[in-house]
């Protein structure tokens, strides 16, 4: 059986969770190793996911025990998104509210304008 390995980076902004993982990590770069198995008996070459391993603590504060986690790739991909969203969150403030306001055009009165505005609550 051909098994393949790829190594990549993952960064985090945020304080996260993974299922299998205990308590919070920290925000920083990780290392990520995927073991991909071929599938045999196809037309064509395939692989598909076998394991994915996420390797503590993170590459930008190496400190502590070295560990390698084996998590759902799912649960990755989870965490992610959940960090992107804090991270445009953060960058954007607290959400604002549009507020609208209509004044007769003087001479019209079936013409409403209608003004926008944005409002910070």
Not at 23 to 50: C, H, K, M, N
Not at 58 to 84: F, H, Y
Not at 101 to 118: D, E, F, L, R
């Amino acid at each position: 059986m051909n098994v393949r390995t790829h190594e990549t980076m993952v960064t985090f902004e945020h304080p996260f969770r993974i299922s299998g993982t205990e308590g919070t990590l920290p925000p920083g770069t990780y290392r990520l190793v995927v073991d991909e198995e071929q599938i045999l008996g196809l037309s064509f070459i395939a692989y598909r996911r076998v394991a994915t391993m996420l390797h503590t603590p993170a590459v930008t504060a190496p400190q502590g025990r070295s560990e390698s986690l084996a998590i759902d790739a799912a649960d990755l991909e989870a965490a992610l998104l959940k960090d992107r969203q804090q991270s445009v969150e953060s960058r954007e403030g607290p959400p604002s509210v549009a507020v609208a306001s209509a004044t007769p055009i003087k001479g019209n009165p079936n013409v409403t304008p209608v003004s926008q505005h944005q409002s910070q609550l």
